[in-house]
């Protein structure tokens, strides 16, 4: 997982996240002097499925201790996992166009992952049940909170870590499957959102050990039906289905190790979209190339990410308009960070990020940047009934303070500020757009603190809180709720096993 992913609250919600800190902090130091492996955290989602690696091993993820296989005495063949992830998330002060007051919600992700192996194949699924309670019509949630009872995995794999004797891996993918490339910034295996983005088709991945690393795919993505509003209320059910119309391919290459630790990446993908009747689309048909440099953090050392991404092709204004716009438009993120070699491990890193937006409304050209199938939550904060920023119209920059008080304890403080990068385009997060321009383009400050526990490989906790400053743009832009301040907080248990 990308490693950048990963005041205070009104009373209780601070109270609760320093009792909890504090609580976990004494734990027996001595314990975790004896453990002789240090193993990348897994994330706070259904994610079994992509722990073991055909080319490269199933060493990179601790074991969950309390575990199915074991328990159940199967065979070494066969792979079973069963995760259930339970969160209570709540909303003061709304910020979306057109809302009033607050909301809550109990998103529930009930995830079971099958995968039979024999030699070099693997044939394997993947069953989600995510819905939510307590959401009402107000709440306006989307097929991102609930995806109730689907596959969202049904594949046949093959794979050689050396072929022909050649140093190479090589392994193949057809079926439904679900991809993580890079950042994830444009493609993504979701994390904090209730639902996960799967893809229909073909990937092809080639690995040079210790050196570089080539995927490319043709796919169609999977649509997460209903996709009605009242529909998802009413817990109605339908089948999640491929979106014909819609092609999705790209190449992404990974090189390792250059000079000076340096990691690089570079890609193109490509999305040419239709339309059907029980899914309209802006029918985006773009070319999305990128390239990203980075280095790890490490102890006692600075590390620095930048990731630069073009986009242009055509699109349409609305689902209901004939007529293609020409579409041109980039993202920049740049980040910088400091390790400090000391208790806690604390790292402190500045932050930017830049997606252009449209420039005017009304010159039949679209400049604003679409993040594709990617996830947002590690760079712009909680999404769930939150989601206020998206990588689409935004001037950024903001600092974060990373640490760990206990081995079991990941910990981080996070304050950006936000600005339009076009006044007259919208704050996509809000769906609120002044097109004379005259709200301004400050939106506001964003102030995030989050932690989370890890009872023991099975067993993981967390909680958070974030509070939105409103700016000039969130408080008079057209249609702009008047509310106070917001106010955002989750807690969450996930249970692997």
Avoid at 63 to 83: C, M, Q, R, T, Y
Avoid at 177 to 187: A, K
Avoid at 191 to 203: H, Q
Avoid at 376 to 403: E, K, Q, V
């Amino acid at each position: 997982m990308n490693s950048y992913q990963s005041i205070l609250a009104p009373g209780c919600k601070l109270g609760l996240f320093v009792v909890v800190a504090g609580f976990l902090s004494p734990f027996d130091q001595a314990a975790a002097a004896e453990e002789k492996k240090t193993y990348t955290k897994p994330p706070f989602a259904a994610f079994s499925s992509q722990m073991p690696d055909a080319l490269l091993g199933n060493y990179k993820y601790e074991k969950p201790v309390w575990n199915l296989h074991d328990a159940l005495g199967l065979p070494e063949w066969l792979s079973i996992s069963l995760e259930q992830r339970t969160r209570y998330e709540t909303l003061d002060n709304c910020f979306r166009a057109g809302c009033q007051g607050g909301d809550q919600q109990v998103p529930l992700q009930n995830d079971l992952w099958l995968e039979a192996h024999l030699r070099q194949w693997r044939i394997g699924g993947e069953f989600l049940d995510a819905r939510q309670f307590l959401a009402d019509e107000g709440s306006k949630i989307n097929n991102t909170h609930v995806d109730e009872a689907d596959f969202i995995q049904g594949y046949l794999a093959w794979a050689d870590q050396n072929v022909m004797y050649s140093g190479l891996g090589v392994e193949a993918i057809a079926g439904r499957q679900t991809l993580n490339f890079g950042s994830r910034r444009l493609v993504a295996r979701n994390v904090f959102r209730n639902t996960i983005n799967s893809f229909d088709g073909f990937r092809l991945r080639v690995l040079d050990y210790n050196h570089w690393q080539f995927n490319a795919f043709v796919t169609k993505p999977v649509g997460r039906y209903p996709n009605n509003s009242q529909q998802l209320l009413d817990n109605f059910h339908s089948f999640d289905e491929p979106e014909e119309q819609i092609w999705f391919s790209g190449g992404f290459l990974e090189v390792y190790d250059l000079p000076a630790k340096i990691n690089a990446e570079l890609y193109l993908y490509h999305l040419d979209e239709g339309d059907r009747k029980r899914n309209p689309t802006r029918n985006r048909r773009y070319f999305t190339p990128g390239m990203r440099f980075y280095i790890k953090p490490e102890k006692g050392h600075f590390d620095f990410q930048t990731e630069t991404i073009g986009q242009w092709g055509t699109v349409r204004a609305n689902t209901t308009s004939n007529e293609n716009l020409d579409h041109a438009a980039w993202f920049q993120h740049l980040d910088v960070g400091y390790t400090f070699e000391m208790p806690w491990t604390p790292r402190f890193a500045v932050e930017y990020d830049y997606a252009s937006g449209d420039h005017d409304p009304k010159d039949k050209k679209d400049q604003q940047f679409d993040t594709l199938y990617g996830a947002r939550r590690f760079d712009f904060g909680p999404t769930g009934i939150y989601g206020a920023f998206a990588r689409s119209n935004i001037n950024t920059p903001g600092y974060r303070i990373s640490f760990n008080p206990h081995p079991a304890v990941q910990a981080f403080i996070s304050h950006r500020f936000f600005w339009l990068a076009e006044n007259k385009d919208s704050w996509t997060g809000a769906q609120l757009r002044d097109p004379t321009g005259k709200s301004g383009g400050f939106v506001g400050q964003q102030l995030e603190l989050s932690a989370r526990y890890d009872f023991n490989s099975s067993l993981n906790f967390e909680t958070g809180w974030t509070h939105l400053f409103k700016g000039s743009f969130a408080e008079d832009a057209p249609n702009a709720p008047k509310t106070g301040d917001t106010d955002y907080f989750y807690v969450q248990s996930l249970l692997r096993f």
